[in-house]
């Protein structure tokens, strides 16, 4: 198959996504209007920023095999997998980790393998050098003509798909917040949100790059710096994939405050921050704050 275009007309996505205010009286006590941004609602398979950011990477490979990196729950890999299956093209992901290789597949693997990914384990050093040419020649000369896309999706095309996001909440919220794993949502949403609007991102990983990731991404998508964003980073609570019972809590109490499934890894943290800074008085009296919703939870 050669023909991916349009990814619009073969999976029908949810496009704009709805955009929905809930009241939540840790917000309106303050003056602050919270709305949802239920991207998670775009496609079934391909939830929220993984469309945004595969779709545009997908239509580039025209058909050809897609090799993708990740952790043994990553979401980018179970999307990748999906889209691997849904539109008729090879997949291969490489997961961090080779001692998962002689363990049972966890869910999300184990969903990755059922849609037809291939899946290679490769130790934790080698993963960190996944960009390094030595690496990269090697999984090329075992898998061949591939299309390389980067962990989490994020490239300057991710960073161009997420636009359009940004462009549908022009005129419509002060500030849009956004959970942020590898930078490329935050670096497209802010590029397309309109004057006086800002984004802010909520990293789930520890370590302080994302700045310098996101403005590198930034300049490769668009040139030059883009929109205006900022970064909190108090709401890691550990690291990637680590909760807190405080956390737990927190997500339990959302979910039965607004009947909204909360994924963990992601939305989750966004939402504790948001409530958080409200409460810091960080959003003006009247300010419309938007809370993009990025994925759902993941298999059981």
């Known amino acids: 198959m050669n023909d991916l275009s349009p990814l619009d007309a073969r999976l029908r996505p949810r496009l704009p996504s709805p955009l929905h205010e809930v009241r939540d009286e840790r917000f309106a006590r303050h003056g602050v209007r919270l709305l949802l941004k239920r991207d998670d609602l775009i496609h079934p398979d391909l939830p929220g920023n993984k469309w945004r950011k595969l779709a545009p990477n997908l239509e580039a490979a025209a058909g050809r095999p897609v090799l993708t990196f990740g952790g043994a729950y990553s979401n980018h890999l179970r999307a990748t997998a999906a889209a691997g299956r849904l539109l008729g093209f090879p997949t291969i992901g490489v997961v961090r980790g080779d001692e998962l290789a002689h363990r049972p597949l966890n869910p999300s693997l184990a ?47 991710a960073a161009q798909g997420c636009t359009a996001l940004g462009r549908e909440l022009a005129g419509e919220v002060d500030v849009a917040a956004v959970a942020c794993g590898t930078g490329g949502t935050l670096a497209g949403l802010a590029a397309g949100l309109g004057p006086g609007q800002r984004a802010l991102g909520v990293p789930v990983l520890r370590g302080g790059f994302l700045a310098g990731a996101v403005e590198r991404l930034q300049r490769e998508a668009f040139g030059a710096p883009a929109g205006t964003w900022s970064l909190e980073e108090r709401f890691t609570f550990g690291g990637y994939a680590r909760t ?24 989750a943290k966004l939402l504790f921050a948001l409530v958080a800074l409200a409460g810091e008085g960080v959003f003006a009296p009247g300010a419309r704050v938007a809370a993009v919703v990025t994925g759902t939870p993941g298999p059981p």
Do not use: I, Q, W
């Open 111 to 157: 969903r990755c393998a059922a849609d037809g990914m291939a899946l290679r384990f490769v130790d934790r050093a080698t993963y960190r050098a996944k960009g390094s040419p030595e690496v990269l020649e090697g999984l090329l000369s075992r898998y061949g003509d591939v299309v390389v896309v980067p962990e989490g999706g994020s490239n300057a095309l």
């Open 244 to 267: 807190t019972p405080e956390l737990e809590a927190f997500a339990v109490g959302f979910e039965d405050r607004h009947g909204l499934p909360v994924e963990r890894v992601y939305v």
